[in-house]
């Protein structure tokens, strides 16, 4: 008799509380040893549980406009699939344009669409500015005439950009607009919030605001603006997509230049009604870079990456958790990445590594102009940062990579870096591959354990949940074991949590109810 899946007749019940003899023969995907966790494949085959390392790697550096200024920004754009890139174009009066492209995740390279450029607004500036993707439109903020803060909604068809209204202007007064960044929510939807925050310079002193913005078919609606007791310079915000919350990092000018975090309270989609459950997470100078942080959605961590100038401008990075409306560290020291003068920090979060990757310029000795990456993973346990060794992407004699905007590809499965070539004052970009380990193993697919070794291609049997497994070794009688993405056994789980059941000798395990 055969063990069926989700049968629940007294017959089938009396089978499965028989333990032992519960099996079936499948087709082999590859070879399978004697006694090794087995999954079920989607074609009906079966699988040994194994796990593959792919590291850390690019594609080649592209580039994408010649002779740019300094600042620029990417998104993804949803609808469409493809990459939006703004800059502003210094072979053509630092006018503000957008391209877009396509990865190919295989040959980790763009094709971007250099004759579809659009020039959306043609003020000379080449100050930075920040674009995000909602669904089916892109939003763009930036400073433009008259130094007043603008955005304007850009639509893309396919890879061509084409602006869809008029730009609206959202600054108070015509002074100094500074470090804008934008952080959108993760519903990527016709109703997605957006948050701007922005400093306001009026040549003695900055004014930081807050703004939360929607991106409609041709024009954007907003509501007020928040400005904290504490001066804000620069800021970089971030999504919780647990709490529905966006969480505000920032350098406080008001307090020694300490590293702060606070969250945003949200009255509607237009709305913020202020700012609270604030902790200060570096009690240093520090300095934030616009993309500089990312929501780790595979621990629930907010990690921010910084430049310490109370040690030298090493790069760190701390973790936060966002619980009942107040962030906390834990208490942890920041984790550093890069021992030597950094700059330039641009990071995303990559769900498929499950690993957040930074693009930082390396100024120390030694190697004072490499472009770098590194990858940083965390934990839902603690606020512990694991950090990969470096990968170097760009190297020159006097010159860097450096203005580093980043985005996830999730259709190429791959995060893109944008950067300014010091030396020829190119717009490029790579498409980086993060490292990770890949199992086939996930929390639905554990099949049971093969009874005997079974050739490629060959049929054998394989031991089915509600059975007991016998012919293991080592076990601990009692005790709950699971299996681990390398198709050990452990009687602590790993990711996914996979359990085979209980040890009732030294040899067997029980398999009822194994797959929890």
């Not at 790993?494 to 398999?511: D, E, F, Q």
């Amino acid at each position: 008799l055969n063990y069926l899946s989700g049968v629940t007749s007294n017959i089938q019940t009396q089978i499965n509380n028989a333990g032992g003899g519960n099996e079936s023969n499948f087709t082999a995907s590859g070879a399978i040893t004697s006694k090794a966790p087995v999954i079920l494949k989607s074609d009906g085959n079966a699988a040994a549980v194994s796990q593959t390392t792919i590291a850390t790697s690019f594609g080649t550096p592209q580039e994408i406009w010649n002779y740019i200024s300094d600042s620029s920004d990417m998104c993804y754009d949803h609808t469409n699939n493809c990459v939006v890139y703004a800059f502003a174009d210094s072979n053509n009066s630092n006018y503000r344009t957008i391209m877009c492209g396509t990865v190919n995740g295989a040959t980790k390279q763009i094709t971007w669409d250099t004759a579809n450029k659009l020039v959306f607004d043609t003020y000379n500036d080449p100050t930075p500015y920040s674009v995000r993707a909602g669904n089916p439109r892109v939003a763009v903020f930036y400073r433009g005439a008259t130094d007043y803060g603008y955005v304007r909604v850009i639509s893309i068809s396919g890879t061509t950009p084409s602006v869809t209204g008029a730009a609206q202007r959202f600054s108070n007064q015509n002074i100094d607009i500074q470090n804008l960044s934008a952080c959108i929510d993760d519903t990527y939807s016709a109703t997605s919030k957006v948050m701007l925050t922005y400093n306001e310079w009026n040549g003695s002193s900055h004014t930081f605001y807050a703004r939360l913005f929607t991106i409609g078919s041709s024009s954007t609606s907003y509501g007020n603006t928040v400005t904290p007791a504490t001066v804000y310079d620069p800021t970089v915000s971030v999504w919780d997509s647990v709490s529905e919350k966006f969480i505000l990092f920032y350098r406080a000018i008001g307090n020694n230049n300490y590293g702060g975090a606070t969250v945003a309270n949200l009255t509607n989609d237009t709305t913020i009604s202020g700012f609270s459950g604030g902790t200060w997470w570096h009690s240093a100078n520090v300095y934030l870079y616009r993309e500089s942080a990312a929501y780790d959605v595979s621990s629930g961590k907010s990690v921010v990456a910084f430049r310490d100038y109370g040690q030298s401008s090493y790069a760190k990075a701390i973790a936060l958790t966002l619980t009942s409306g107040t962030l906390s560290y834990g208490g942890a020291a920041a984790t550093t990445f890069n021992a030597s003068d950094t700059r330039n920090i641009g990071v995303a979060y990559d769900p498929t590594a499950e690993k957040i990757v930074v693009a930082y310029y390396d100024r120390g000795s030694g190697n004072p102009t490499y472009g770098k990456l590194v990858t940083l993973a965390t934990n839902s346990a603690d606020y512990a940062i694991t950090v990969s060794s470096p990968t170097t992407f760009f190297t020159a004699s006097g010159a860097a990579a450096d203005y580093y905007t980043t985005t996830y590809d999730p259709d190429a499965q791959k995060v893109i870096v944008g950067y300014k070539n010091a030396t020829t004052s190119d717009l490029e970009s790579i498409v980086v591959q993060a490292g990770y380990d890949s199992t086939n193993l996930t929390s639905t697919n554990f099949l049971g354990f093969a009874d005997a070794a079974i050739s490629d291609g060959a049929s054998g049997a394989v031991i089915l949940e509600g059975a007991v497994i016998e012919g293991l070794s080592s076990l601990t009688i009692g005790s709950t074991y699971y299996i681990l993405p390398t198709g050990s056994l452990s009687t602590s789980a790993g990711t996914p949590s996979v359990t085979a059941g209980m040890a009732i000798s030294a040899t067997k395990i029980n398999m009822r109810g194994a797959t929890s």
